[in-house]
Structures are given as structure tokens and as C-alpha cells.
């Protein structure tokens, strides 16, 4: 179709991704993906996908598949976030988050980035936390690593504005997954209630909440929202 919206996302199998890459197809976009997970090229679960390489090599890789015209990308990396607390902050603890958390989304974010100039048009969707907004003591690392993303966004936003390029991300916490909050934690007749005592809505939430933000920013009527950072956490922060 010569409306279809192309549409990249480079971690496929973490957090909502999945889900994500669903509801985005369901949509009608053209969703190709990738993964630290899958070293070769192929399809997961409907989804064609790149076998993992540098961020400009799979951006040019996407974009070379959808003949030159990449309309969105959904950089939301995921990775377990055990406690770390401040006396046990050193470089070589700090750098496999910056590495996988903050360097890597941006710097796909500067290959989309190349690839989307010459059509003026594209979408940058990162997901990232409301963790470091609403502040979770003993995570200052992984907490860390996603403020830089969320620092980047308005900077990053603002220079690419003139190009017709939308930057935003959405920041979620205490959403259901089996990365950060998995199901036997909620079970749990003593962590479960505490857990939920710390969400203002009572309840944690769901991947299809936090797809439908990003079908929203990566496919909707929504091209004049830019710079912004979303929190989605049941009003947490």
C-alpha cells in the first residue's frame, strides 16, 4: 500500500516490544525488528527480522528493505535491573547499563536519524522509565542510564524539528512483564500487596497500555508532539 507506515523496531523480544510490534502491524505498518537474541536473518512470530549488528548497519539495513523510506523507529531496550546500591557504583558496574541502555538507543537514534532526512519526515519513539523521576533507592545505575536518554530527548528533538522529525519517549514503571515484573511477584501473598501499595491506581500495568501509547506517537495524528517525555505508571509521577 502506498500509505503504509515502515517501521523498525531494534529490540523485539524485551519488555513490551513484542506486543508493541503486534498492535503496530495490526495498524497496518510494515514492522521489520531486531535483537541481541537473533543472530540471523528471518521472522519471530510473523515479524521479519535482521540478524543483530551495529545500530547503523541495521538501521541501513531497515531502510534498505522498505526502499528508502523508514517512517518510525521504537527503541526500547530491556535489560534486568538488580539492586545496586550507591557503595557498589563503580565504572566497570555502571558501563554494561550506559552501554545497553543509553548508548545504543541513541545511537540508532542518529542512524534513523540519517536515514529519515531525506523523505522530511520520521518518527523516534524511545521507551525508557519513570524510575529515575519518581526516584527507586538502591537502582541508581540502571536509574542513571535511562535519565540520559530522557535528558537527550528535547536536545535531540529540537534539532531534528527543521527535518520533520518527531523525538519523544515514553517512560513506564510498574508495568506487568516478565522482564521487570513478573507474574510470581504479584502472586506473592507478601510482595504482591506491597508491591501494588505503591502504585496510586492500585494496580499494575498493562504491555497493550503502553503499545498503544507508542502506535499513537510512531503511527498517529500526533507528528506536532516532539521533545516530550511521557511517564506511564498509573500516576506514580
Not at 20 to 27: D, G, S, T, V
Not at 79 to 99: G, H, I, K, S
Not at 206 to 234: H, K, N, T, Y
Amino acid at each position: 500500500m502506498a500509505d503504509q507506515k515502515n517501521v523498525f523496531i531494534a529490540e523485539l523480544l524485551g519488555f513490551a516490544n513484542p506486543v508493541i510490534a503486534r498492535r503496530l502491524r495490526a495498524a497496518g505498518a510494515r514492522v521489520i525488528a531486531a535483537d541481541p537474541g537473533l543472530a540471523s536473518d528471518g521472522a519471530h512470530e510473523g515479524v521479519e527480522t535482521i540478524g543483530w549488528a551495529s545500530p547503523q548497519d541495521l538501521i541501513a539495513q531497515a531502510t534498505d528493505r522498505f526502499d528508502g523510506k523508514l517512517d518510525a523507529v521504537v527503541l526500547a531496550p530491556a535489560m534486568p535491573a538488580p539492586r545496586l546500591n550507591a557503595d557498589q557504583l563503580t565504572v566497570e558496574a555502571l558501563v554494561p547499563y550506559f552501554q545497553r541502555l543509553a548508548a545504543e538507543p541513541l545511537a540508532f537514534a542518529g542512524a534513523a536519524v540519517k536515514a529519515m532526512r531525506p523523505n522530511k519526515a520520521g518518527r523516534i519513539v524511545f521507551g525508557t522509565s519513570s524510575g529515575h523521576i519518581g526516584g527507586t533507592p538502591g537502582f541508581a545505575a540502571y536509574a542513571s542510564a535511562r535519565a540520559a536518554v530522557n535528558g537527550a530527548v528535547r536536545t535531540l528533538a529540537l534539532e531534528v524539528a527543521a527535518d520533520g522529525i518527531s523525538v519523544n519517549a515514553i517512560a513506564p514503571n510498574f508495568i506487568q512483564t516478565e522482564t521487570y515484573y513478573p507474574k510470581a511477584l504479584l502472586a506473592d501473598p507478601v510482595k504482591g500487596p506491597k508491591l501494588l501499595a505503591r502504585v496510586p491506581m492500585g494496580r499494575l500495568g498493562e504491555a497493550d497500555e503502553v503499545a498503544a501509547l507508542v502506535e499513537l506517537l510512531a503511527l498517529g495524528e500526533s507528528g506536532f508532539v516532539s521533545g516530550q517525555v511521557i511517564p506511564i505508571s498509573g500516576a506514580w509521577c
